[in-house]
């Protein structure tokens, strides 16, 4: 037998290494016990975060759905909405009818008894806000908006499927030139793939619609033969957003040649007016001025003033509604052409351009107030020096031809802003 001594020798050994080496498996064995115990824990926790996560995006999918899938009052309104008024009125898809034209072409289609389905995604890229006071004026007029997204292929199919779309008048992009250094990805989600999602949508709808597009002037890139025509070159963009909507007249092209898909591309040119953009230089230069706020006034090259195309929202809307009236039929069925369908490129521009610093000096009349300019070098973001259109092809198939030149289309332009904003700057109105 054993005595206490030996067991506690045995136990607690005097060799100090021994010591630390039993003591070290025993904590070892603790760890390995506690390890155990903690991975497992972690194994429930990511068991618990997956099924959370699980039935998180479950409920998602199912207030998504039952958003517009499964709610016969929500399939009512499209339908309704979609109906024209008029006997041969067209039933129009319009996409980006929260933005500036978009909401600009709606009503006027509205006003002459087509039917009109807007959707939008109502995204904080400028004031939401401004995007829901149009959304509240569109339903005024019996227009119902969807808030979708472009990408959101089973709301896009569920559209076609309860709508007979005769035309899309494709609006919604991500626009803006300087804003693709900041977020580049934007400009692909938007005007690439949305571009494509929507394109999908059309050619597997049944009957095809025509697709009357937004592409813009800012395909001629550095393009410096003047005035700007259909057949320039238009292989140097200056900028991603650019880039992203030649890259869309390719893509359209595609889907015309392949599925006989109807398409008209138009290349706006500085579209301006009221409810207008707050991105754009006349809108936020007209905010700064009552503001008592600097301008920032950019030069080109040689100290050259800038120069633009500017045009009125109304002639723009004329070119719009042209387009799908003069738009011919897609040839496709179940996703299959039967025969060559029309594919179109316009230039919607006003053929008039007027440089910046006469901009300002337009709005400092109408408001009564001086600006404070600051002269800058335009940095090399993507802006191009100067836009003008040659307008030729539009008149002779569209019988297009713009009637509002800068100095009235910008007193327009103020009045709306002054009673939209009131005068205690920022306070909003009704509209
Ligand atoms: N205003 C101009 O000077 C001008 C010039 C050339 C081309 N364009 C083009 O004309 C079209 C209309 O421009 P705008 O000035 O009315 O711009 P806008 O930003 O006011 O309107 C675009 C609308 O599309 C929506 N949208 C963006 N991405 C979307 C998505 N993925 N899904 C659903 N909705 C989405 C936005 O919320 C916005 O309301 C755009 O395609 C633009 O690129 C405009």
């Known amino acids: 037998m054993r005595s206490v001594k030996e067991q506690e020798e045995e136990l607690f050994p005097s060799t100090p290494g021994k010591v630390k080496i039993e003591r070290a498996h025993g904590i070892n064995r603790q760890f390995h016990r506690c390890f155990a115990s903690t991975s497992t824990m972690f194994l429930w926790a990511l068991f618990l975060i997956t099924l959370t996560a699980s039935y998180l995006s ?3 999918f ?15 309104q499209i339908r309704e909405s979609a109906a024209p008024v008029r006997s041969q009125g067209l039933s129009v898809l319009v996409t980006g009818a929260a933005g500036f034209v978009g909401s600009h072409c709606s009503l006027a289609l509205r006003k002459r008894g087509d039917g009109v389905v807007g959707l939008d995604n109502f995204n904080s890229y400028y004031d939401p806000s401004l995007k829901r006071a149009r959304q509240a004026l569109l339903s005024r007029s019996s227009i119902f908006v969807v808030d979708g997204d472009l990408n959101d292929r089973r709301l896009l199919s569920k559209l076609f499927s309860l709508a007979p779309f005769s035309h899309v008048l494709h609006l919604a992009a991500q626009a803006g030139v300087r804003y693709a250094v900041e977020n580049p990805s934007s400009y692909v989600h938007s005007n690439i793939a949305g571009l494509v999602a929507l394109l999908e949508a059309a050619r597997s709808a049944d009957p095809q619609p025509a697709v009357i597009w937004a592409s813009s002037s800012s395909v001629y890139g550095l393009n410096d033969k003047s005035p700007f025509s259909e057949s320039d070159r238009t292989d140097r963009p200056a900028s991603l957003y650019a880039a992203t909507k030649k890259a869309g007249e390719a893509i359209t092209h595609t889907y015309n040649h392949i599925y006989g898909l109807s398409i008209t591309g138009l290349r706006f040119f500085t579209v301006y007016g009221p409810m207008g953009r707050p991105d754009m230089a006349y809108f936020s230069f007209t905010k700064a001025i009552l503001a008592g706020k600097p301008i920032t006034i950019y030069r080109g090259k040689n100290r050259a003033d800038l120069a633009r195309d500017f045009t009125y929202i109304d002639d ?16 496709g069925t179940g996703g299959k052409k039967s025969g060559p369908a029309p594919y179109r490129i316009f230039n919607l521009g006003n053929t008039s351009p007027v440089t910046v610093p006469t901009l300002v000096s337009i709005l400092e009349k109408h408001l009564r ?63």
């Open 58 to 60: 479950f409920q998602s």
């Open 62 to 76: 199912v207030s998504t759905s039952s958003r517009f899938l499964s709610s016969s009052a929500w399939d009512r």
């Open 316 to 331: 723009i809307v004329r070119g719009c509604i042209a387009s799908l009236d003069t738009a011919g039929e897609s040839t």
């Open 369 to 431: 107030l001086k600006a404070k300019k600051k002269l800058v070098e335009m940095p090399g973001n993507g802006d191009v020096p100067f836009t003008h259109a040659n307008i030729s092809l539009a008149m002779a198939e569209l019988g297009y031809k713009p009637t509002t030149n800068l100095e009235t289309g910008l007193k327009k332009f103020v009045k709306w802003y002054l009673s939209y904003y009131g005068h205690s700057r920022g306070r909003k109105t009704n509209l």
